[in-house]
């Protein structure tokens, strides 16, 4: 199962040490996981998650792929470029409106040729099944991808990502006390969670999370936990992961999904003038301001590995634009 995929990306991405962030959390040895680095179309988390969609999408003869985003979605974007690879037919459904200048992922969507459909307030494809059966009364065989690209089929990547990174830490020889995400659909940190299991991996996973709304209509913790038994369904093997392993830090989501507020500004500027790597304003500012801030006020043991797993996200930045500064 784990090795029926189609290749999307480069892999293993890099981890590197933070030297100069290390120095600035005194005590703390910081590494980051290079997934903005994945290759696909300027690169993220999502190409890990859709080289298990596109296989089964191939597999099973389908010929169109729809999926939802916000109107910056990266999910979106990488799907426009995957699809390309694979010969698919690509809908995307976007939440906001046609824009005369678009720009950041919307810029890229419209270059990579996707078919967009605006849904204004909507961003997490609620008009996707009427959109798709509208497709196949034209006769097109229809794929749909939820947003984020969560579903059991999706979080495998993220489960081979954890046999990636073990294979890493051997050749390294350290382990990770913590691992640091921004968590926001549940497709990454499921299948993170998951990957531990299969390969005895044991650092905290803490999800930084960056949408407060709930996902499906119950909190993210219990879609998590959902994501991981059928995930592991589709493994075939047990799971036992428990619910107290399924950390969901609320404490940097009160503006809103996509509102930039100063934490992600002092993120972005503390990471590109330290160590010259950008983040993006949605995800992993938000996520690694979560992670210094948990260092700041010393909630993290000291003398520990701290892995950051950057996400991708950098079109976003081009979006922002100059209200990063
Ligand atoms: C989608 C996304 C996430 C969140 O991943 P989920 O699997 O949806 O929880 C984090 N970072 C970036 C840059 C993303 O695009």
């Not at 034209?138 to 990502?161: D, E, F, H, L, W």
């Not at 046999?163 to 993170?192: A, C, N, R, W």
Request: contains cysteine; negative net charge.
């Amino acid at each position: 199962m784990l090795d029926r995929y189609f290749k999307l990306g480069f892999f293993p991405t890099p981890i590197e040490r933070l030297e100069n962030l290390s120095k600035v959390f005194n005590g703390y040895n910081i590494f980051i996981k290079r997934d903005d680095l994945t290759g696909l179309a300027t690169g993220g988390n999502k190409t890990r998650k859709l080289e298990y969609l596109l296989y089964d999408a191939l597999n099973n003869g389908y010929d169109t792929v729809i999926t939802a985003g916000a109107y910056q979605s990266n999910h979106c974007r990488q799907t426009a470029a995957a699809c390309r690879k694979a010969r698919l037919e690509c809908y995307l459904v976007l939440g906001g409106e046609a824009e005369p200048e678009p720009d950041g992922n919307l810029l890229l969507d419209i270059l990579l040729g996707a078919n967009i459909h605006y849904t204004t307030r909507s961003r997490r494809g609620e008009k996707m099944d009427e959109i798709a059966d509208g497709l196949r009364k034209q006769g097109k065989k229809v794929y749909i991808i939820p947003y984020g690209g969560s579903n059991a089929t999706g979080m495998i990547g993220y489960v081979r990502a954890m046999v990636e990174l073990k294979e890493q830490i051997d050749e390294m020889g350290i382990e990770f006390h913590y691992i640091f995400i921004p968590t926001s659909s549940g497709g990454t940190q499921s299948g993170m969670l998951l990957g531990e299991e299969i390969t005895g991996l044991k650092s905290r996973i803490i999800g930084i999370n960056i949408d407060k709304e709930e996902t499906y209509g119950i909190p993210l913790e219990d879609y998590i936990m959902k994501l991981i038994e059928e995930g592991a369904d589709k493994l075939r093997i047990k799971a036992h992961v428990s619910k107290e392993d399924v950390i969901v830090v609320r404490e940097y989501d009160s503006a809103g999904y996509g509102v930039l507020t100063e934490n992600e500004r002092k993120a972005i500027k503390l990471l590109a003038e330290t160590e010259g790597i950008l983040l993006d304003p949605v995800y992993t500012g938000r996520g690694f301001f979560g992670m210094i801030d948990m260092l700041e006020k010393g909630m993290l043991e000291k003398g520990t590995n701290i892995l950051f797993w950057h996400t991708g996200g950098t079109p976003a930045i081009f979006h922002y634009g100059k209200s990063l500064l």
